[in-house]
């Protein structure tokens, strides 16, 4: 039972507003017709959580807490469309609420539900909707749900975890940054008179006393240009295409790189285990796996991939031909193959490279830091340098 809330005329000529319970739209519509009222709307009801008043954003843990709620439902045995009417009528966030309501409107008309939640504006990883889409055909939903969440839970929590381990280097950086600045908003143009005596000055003094002089007299054009290019970043990267190939330039750098590439291949093969493990065909999952992935020359990779095992090729092989993993990696597979684990073996080389990962990750934000008091030391003390060679200059000229 879904309960409408109902907005209807009366035979007096008044309006009446209220909410019933009903097994579907129509039948709701009928039961108010047969009272004599005559419908102007009829909504599936909504409720507006308190905490929800403020219009809070939608985080990733509140779609992780709903599709998990959802999962345990279908487990359950509760029918698809019983779920989905239950999340839609819950207090979760106004989008979700609002998504599982979009949701259930097309189940009632006879949509798949894959097709209906790719629909419903719910934020979610392509890899979720995959594995979505893989239950679907093989009947187990409920538990391709189930596998999403556990792989967002991961994600989630790896991303806090570079979160976290960010935090100093971010305030060390922002500091540092604030102290050049007010270095040269507040130091160097007390000493800019001696730019007057230029030819008697050091290169560095007069550079740097020259561009702190040209700081304060543009500090408009800075703030108007910073900004600029801030706004145009932040438009440039929402451009899917610009941000494919800005991943794959960042997957060719050093130790971040092979970061983002673990952890990619880590992501690859825990879907593949997934899907696998739901009896998926092997085809149909390599394919459905590649699409998750988000580096554009790692899908073309994984591609080539799955044409060659669906030439005829073992998947080990193909892999090992592309080289598309490591040494581990390959032999994992190559056992899983002939002992038929292969979902087993992918979800151990999942988490040998999610591990992997995981310390590349560690080893690149170690690195951040003392990159950036060197960095910041270094100019920091150019223009210490610079404004002590201008004062000895200077008294030098004044002996």
């Known amino acids: ?24 739209e129509a039948e709701a519509m009928r039961e108010l017709e047969r009272k004599g009222l005559v419908p102007l709307s009829l909504n599936l009801h909504r409720p507006r959580s308190a905490r929800w008043a403020g219009k809070a954003k939608l985080q990733e843990s509140d779609v992780i807490l709903a599709l998990h709620e959802l999962a345990t439902m279908l487990l359950s045995g509760v029918p698809v469309a019983e779920a989905v009417a239950a999340q839609a009528s819950s207090g979760h966030h106004p989008k979700l609420v609002e998504g599982f309501a979009k949701i259930s409107s097309e189940l009632t008309r006879g949509s798949a539900f894959t ?22 055909m093989t009947g ?73 002089q040209w700081v304060n007299n543009n500090a408009l054009l800075m703030l108007v240009v910073g900004g600029g290019a801030v706004a145009a970043i932040v ?54 796996a590649t699409e998750a992935i988000r580096f554009p020359q790692r899908r073309k990779r994984m591609a080539q991939v799955t044409r060659r095992v669906r030439d005829g ?14 040494s581990t990696g390959y032999n994992l597979i190559r056992v899983g193959e002939r002992a038929g684990e292969l979902p087993a073996m992918l979800a151990s080389l999942g988490r040998l490279y999610d591990e992997a990962g995981r310390r590349r990750m560690k ?14 030391g270094s100019v920091i003390g150019v223009i210490i340098l610079a404004v002590i060679l201008a004062i000895t200059s200077a008294n030098d000229l004044a002996i």
């Open 140 to 212: 187990r939903l409920g538990e391709a749900l189930r596998d999403a969440v556990r792989q967002m839970e991961e994600a989630h929590a790896s991303a806090a975890e570079v979160r976290n381990a960010l935090v100093y280097p971010t305030v060390l950086v922002f500091a540092g940054i604030a102290a050049v600045l007010l270095l040269f908003v507040f130091v160097v143009p007390k000493f800019s008179r001696l730019l007057d005596r230029a030819e008697d000055l050091p290169l560095l003094a007069w550079a740097v006393l020259s561009l702190g």
């Open 1 to 24: 039972m879904q309960r409408y809330d109902y907005e209807v005329l009366a035979p007096d000529g008044s309006v009446l507003t209220g909410a019933m319970h009903s097994g579907s």
């Open 115 to 136: 097709a209906a939640l790719a629909d419903a504006g719910i934020p979610l990883p392509a890899y979720a909707l995959q594995l979505a889409r893989a239950g679907e």
């Open 363 to 376: 080893r690149f934000v170690a690195l951040i830091e003392p990159l950036a008091i060197l960095i910041i």
């Open 313 to 326: 090729v073992p998947l080990s092989d193909a892999l090992e031909d592309q080289d598309a993993l490591t």
């Open 235 to 288: 438009a440039a990267l929402r451009q899917p295409r610009l941000r494919m190939r800005l991943l794959d330039v960042l997957a060719g750098v050093p130790v971040l790189g092979d970061w983002l590439s673990e952890a990619e291949i880590g992501r690859w093969a825990s879907v593949l285990a997934a899907l696998v493990g739901q009896r998926v065909p092997v085809l149909t999952a390599l394919e459905l």
